[in-house]
Structure formats: structure tokens, C-alpha cells
């Protein structure tokens, strides 16, 4: 019999209540009852977000660790909440758990998602857990609140606009990328390859650069995250919004570790920046007429200036060397199925 | 290349939101952007929950149908609301498909999904769909509103209270325990056997009596849904409450056809009823000055009194004919793992 069988599933819940100790204001009620109870703070509208990780397909149990896969599980959740203008308040999890799992791997995945949960201010207030047949899968929920007034959608870029993305783009895709050929010898330093495995597996929620946006007087006309990919996300804003883009790929934010890396191997830098997902990194647009008086605050929140919104419904061009505008004509950014 | 691969995850998407016409006031934002955002009515607070359904643990394809799965999945998360005194408003699904699911199972699905969702007044707002590598799964969330100063926990019930449950016991139990027996003769009517397979297959959540109690001034002091086994969620209420309780067996409701199929097949009544499970009815504890008046609430609702809490906490007696105490030793509701 192994260890959680022995706890139970009610035990294991009891077990994991006592582990997770960050808490937010919002929860009235949190784990035990047949709900979690929350309050909403003044006219704030609620923000809600899920998503489901599976085994074999989102992670790889053979190069992930227990504990960032948990930080991971909530921080790609907050990049949804952040996208929005959101600030998040309260998780809910289910799991499908293997028989053959570890109770210890549990408890490193628990301490991961708490130590996301504090520093995001978050608390896990409920979830399910079952017995899965064969894989592990993790299913969160994310409750969060946006203002009214401050609320960003897919939905209001308009020609003109001004096109920005925040950090640095390709290093999460070139990181799986490391990960997934571990045998072979990549011409890099070590400190290069951890960074950029690191950006893969433990992503930062761009929470802190959401929150200097929303609280500022910007005029952001649309904003996502980037997890399916730089052109694919801005295809979604393009047809939410009705409009084009035109993109120039000399201004696309790198990293020196990618630049490095993929200098040194001839890897396509364009394939990774442009389709290769996962960033959760922030794409924003933005009224031109209020973009250069805030230069500082896009510097503080890395920033980066991109291209610009077209008036042409849901056509992307990326400008060439030259000036000539090439057409991107299929997106193959990630889709399940 | 099968149908899903042929639509694509976006395609998939726009199809479903197509199909899903139940809507609710509450839903500002719904399926399309990052989150869905949701308007707070009033005072109210918010109630959450979550449910994950496998295959081959929590349902069998080969005789669940797509339809009766979809209404289930909602079903059975309205009554985790219901038993806080709360009324259901939008859900969040998450799906993990595995790739010889046919586009036509989905759809069936998302008909009985959208078919409860009008039948408790539900918004789909949003989810995840991803792609499984064997079994189909299901995560639910849903979202509600509770009145603060009624809101029926776990934790209120003192000595002295009236345990009642509405409905019936031990259907579902037993409809389960047909549907995975489907060879062996039953001594039954066909109607009978159908009454009690659609008890398990599609259970009604108790939302319209967990209204009337809400809405009512009966001094309800703790409240919880039947769904791992009378004598465990009563065990819940106990822990939760700090007290024991003292059950009549004789006066456990059972249907009509659920007597005529287990007394012709001499099957154990009190297993089922006691440790069955999946009823989806309501548990709930009353203060004793206070339900003599109310016969008529609690005929409407079909509440039956199955016995008292009693002050010895975590104690859980039957009583005998004759009147000796036996207590229960081993819960053996549904636990996983």
C-alpha cells in the first residue's frame, strides 16, 4: 500500500490544508466546506481564469521538479489574470493523481504552489482531488478582480495604435527546446542554458508590470499574454479588435542568453521569438498620442516597441529589410489536437 | 486526420461557444478573452466550486451517453452551491480529450452541458479544452452567489438539532450497481430499473429546494450535499460542528422502486443508503423549536427527519430496534485513492 493510500483522500486533503499557508483578505470560507466562500472588495468586478496541465503533453515529470511545476501551475494562471488588468485573489485546484506518485512528490508540488500562492498574494481555497488511471493532471483556477474602468480586452486596438511586448521573447520555447534534446552538445555556456530551461520551467507572471500599467493613466487599447505564441496571440487581438498589424522583427525583444545560444548553434531566432509560445509575457497596445510621454514607465516594465495596429482586418505583415511587407500567412503557434 | 484535428483547438472553440446559448446577467465578459469577467450583485459574496470527472473512475463510456454526462457534470456542482444556500450563475470547463473521441461525443456533451446550464440558470464562461493522451476528463468549476446571513455551512450544527434529508436514499447507489451488472438478471420491472439508472446517470441537483430553505426564516444550522454516503457527509457535518448525531434507520426515505428491486434481489438497503453515495440530496440540520411549525415547508421540499445531533463529538450512533445504540466504527462512503 503506498503512502497515500494510507492517508486517504481525505487525510491527504487535511495533510495539504495544514501545508498551504498563504491566505488572502477575499476568502471568507477556503478549504473544508462544500464551496469556498469569497467576498468581492468595494465595486471591483470579478476575473476568472483556468488551466489544465497534463502530464505528457504541458510537462514532462522526467525534467520538470515538483516544485515548479506547482510555481508554474499558478503562474501561468496569473499571466491570464494580469493580462486582463486583474489582480488575483483565491485558486481552487484539482487534481488526477497516479497511484504510483509519490506522496513526496506531492508535498514538493504543494510547497511550489505555495510559494507561488504568497508571491502573487493568493490563496488556494478549494479543488478536487481524484484517482487518475494513468497520468497526472492538474487543473487551476483563478479568481482575481479588475476595475471597472481598467479592464483590457483582446477587443479595443485601433489603427494607429502602437504595439508593445514586455521582456524578452523565444527564451521559454529555446529552453524546451534544451530540454527536450538533453543528449546532445550545445555550444553554450552552462549559465546561458539554465537561464533559458529556467524561463520554460519556472516563468514569471508579468503581475508587477500589469499592475504599474493599470494603475497608471495610459490609454491601453488592448492587451493578452503571450502563451501561444507572439504572432498567434496578436492574431487573437487583430480578430477581437477587427483590425491588422504590421510587426518589425529587428525590434523583437531577446535576451543575451538566447541570442547567445542561438547565435552559436544557427538556430532560427525568428521560429522561436514568433511562434514559439509560453512567454507570458505581456502584449499591449496603446494610443500613439500617449506613448511618448510615459517612456519612463514603459522602461520600468521592459517595454519594448514592436510595430503598429493596421487598419486591415485580421492581417498580419511583417516588415522586411527594405521596408517590403511580407504577409504571415499561416500561424504555428501551439494548438492542442 | 480525424475531426477535431480538421476543426483545430480555436475552431473548436468559436463551434462550442456557437452551441452554448444559456446565458446569464451576471456573465460580463464570457468565453474568448483571457478571463471572463463577472459583475457582483450587490452585497452578495461569491461561492465556488469544483469537481473533476474521470473516465473509467467517475464515469464509463459504454453506458453513460455524451448527453447525460454533460447534464451530470453540472448537476452535480449545483448541488455542491445549493448546499451552501447558494444559487449557481457561470461555470468554467475544462476538458482533456483524447484524440479517437469523435467531434459528435463532444457535441452531444456540450448539448446536456448547455441543457443544465438553462435548467439552474448557468453561464459556460469560459475553461480549457487540451489534448489527453487515453482517457477523457472533466473539470467543472461554478460560480454563485451566497446571502452572507444565509449561508449554510458544515460547521453550525449544535445538540439537540433535527437531522433531514430531502428526496430519496440510495437510488444512485443502486442504479450504479445495475448498470455495471447489465448481464445479470434482475427480478424488475424495466421501469423500475430505468428509474433508478437515471437516478445515477442524471441526478437532479436539489437547487429549487435548497431555495425555499434559503428563502425561508427556518433556523437551518449546517447544510451539506449527499454525495460520498449519508453516514460520511453526516461525519462531515460532525467534525466540521464538534458534535456526534443519532440516526433512525427505519426512517431513511427510500423510493418506491429502489424497495421493490432490492427486497425482490435481497440486496442490503442499509448498505446502500447508508454508504451509496452520489444522491446529490440535501443534508441538513434544524433547529428543533423551530421545525415543528414548518410541516408544510418541509413536506414541499420533501425533507424527511432521520434523526438528532447528540453532544458527543465525532460519535455517529444507529439506533436499533428497540432503541440500542450501535455506533457506526468505519465510514465506508467513496473515497479515492
Known sequence: MNDLKKLGEFGFIRKIQKQMKARSPHVLTGIGDDCAILSPSGKNQFAVTTDALLEGVHFNLSWTSANALGEKAIAVNVSDISAMGGKPTAALISLGIPSNLPLKFLQQFYKGLDSACKQYNIELCGGDTVASKKHFFINIVLLGETNAQ????????KAGDLIFVTGTLGDSALGLKLLKSRRKKWIAKERDLNFLKKRHLQPTARLKESRILTLSSLKITSMIDVSDGLLQDLQHICQSSNV???????????????????????LSTRELTFYGGEDYELLFTLNPQNAKSVKNLLQEIKASLIGEISPTPNS?????????????KKLKGYQHF
Open 244 to 266: 491588422g498589424a504590421i510587426i518589425d522583427p529587428q525590434t523583437i525583444p531577446q535576451s543575451k542568453p538566447f541570442q547567445r545560444v542561438s547565435t552559436a548553434n544557427r
Open 150 to 157: 481598467r479592464t483590457f480586452y483582446r477587443s479595443g486596438a
Open 316 to 328: 498580419v505583415f511583417i516588415k522586411e529589410k527594405g521596408g517590403k511587407l511580407k504577409p504571415v
